[in-house]
């Protein structure tokens, strides 16, 4: 099979298209045809291996331990292991391989419980855009209450066209933040505010929010609480672009919240994601029910994966950028 591989890290360059092995189904695996895949910000922090922090969490300390990139995934079941019950083959699926990458290729194997039965409005480009991002929203907003005043901050990104969808379905009354030329996508989302960086600063201009979804990474503790109500929420997920050798990256800000949220007054929650079918559910009921639809920026073919990298971690790709398989 056709499938883009990494041997060392370093820019989009490193990626290429080679022919491998595809991988066999067995025991409660299923193998998946893949037809579209999606990239996330997490593809090119592998990539690079950076933050360097982040290589001793086990993706490689001197080289990527897994050499296919990408986690998203939304094609067809060719062939199940013995022990699956819940697919078949023909059965289309979508899903996130999660730390096990692969999904920039034409197979891939994965147990049933991080597969789940592809929303039946969305097609495959649609679907591959959703398991990541669409899970951080989710996730990112799971404190959020009817009547509740959010704010996404990153709001015309792959996970804050989610979140401020989500959020809205859900009952909240939404603030977007984003540059001017996103105004137009955010507000046509269902916010109900819409703040431009370029021209104003949220963490200054005196409005208060009860949760604060901070996908972006460029604002201080301090100036982040500023914009809360008494009591409020602050949910940290990564953020920030580098172009590699950065010892922490965002992930300062994430250590940070973390020493300070025992002490302090509101709530500092740092998000973290693990592929979880339950969440693919969820999501897939979403979608259904008209909670969200993906928003995609740019599809690119499979032969064209390192220039997808390169538009989304250089040229601030709005929405979602999808690779077709």
């Known amino acids: 099979m056709r499938a883009v591989v990494q041997d060392r890290y370093g820019s989009p360059d490193v990626l290429e298209l080679r022919d491998v092995e595809p991988p066999a189904a067995s025991g409660n695996e299923v193998q998946v045809r893949v037809h579209a895949t999606s990239v996330n910000a997490y593809d090119w922090h592998v990539m690079r291996g950076d933050p360097y922090l982040a290589r001793l969490t086990g993706i490689g300390v001197t080289a990527p331990r897994r050499k296919i990139r990408g986690r998203d995934f939304a094609g067809t079941v060719e062939a199940v292991g013995r022990d699956v019950r819940r697919f078949r083959p023909g059965d289309d699926v979508y899903g996130d391989l999660g730390a096990a990458d692969g999904a920039f290729a034409e197979y891939v194997c994965v147990s049933e419980d991080l597969v789940e039965t592809k929303p039946a ?185 390192p220039d997808a990298v390169r538009y989304v971690e250089t040229e601030h790709a709005r929405a979602k950028v999808v690779i077709t398989v």
Not at 134 to 141: E, I, M, N, S, V
Not at 168 to 183: D, E, F, I, M
Not at 218 to 244: M, Y
């Open 121 to 305: 409005n969305l097609t495959f480009e649609q679907a591959a855009a959703v398991p990541l991002a669409g899970h951080t929203a989710l996730q990112g907003l799971r404190t959020l209450q009817p009547g509740q005043h959010v704010l996404v901050n990153g709001a015309s990104g792959g996970v804050g066209t989610f979140a401020v969808q989500i959020a809205k379905s859900a009952g909240a009354t939404v603030t977007g933040v984003c540059s001017t030329r996103n105004v137009e996508l955010v507000s046509s989302l269902g916010a109900d505010h819409v703040v431009d960086y370029t021209e104003d600063d949220f963490t200054r201009n005196g409005t208060r929010y009860d949760l604060v979804l901070d996908l972006v990474g460029n604002h201080s503790l301090t100036a982040l609480r500023r914009a809360l109500t008494p009591g409020g929420t602050i949910v940290l997920s990564g953020g920030g672009v580098s172009s590699g050798g950065s010892l922490a990256g965002p992930m300062w800000l994430i250590i940070r919240a973390k020493l300070l949220a025992p002490f302090a007054r509101d709530r500092l929650l740092v998000l973290t994601t693990t592929p979880d079918r339950q969440i693919l559910t969820a999501l897939r009921h979403l979608a259904e029910s008209g909670g969200f639809t993906p928003v995609i920026d740019r599809t690119y073919s499979l032969d064209e994966a």
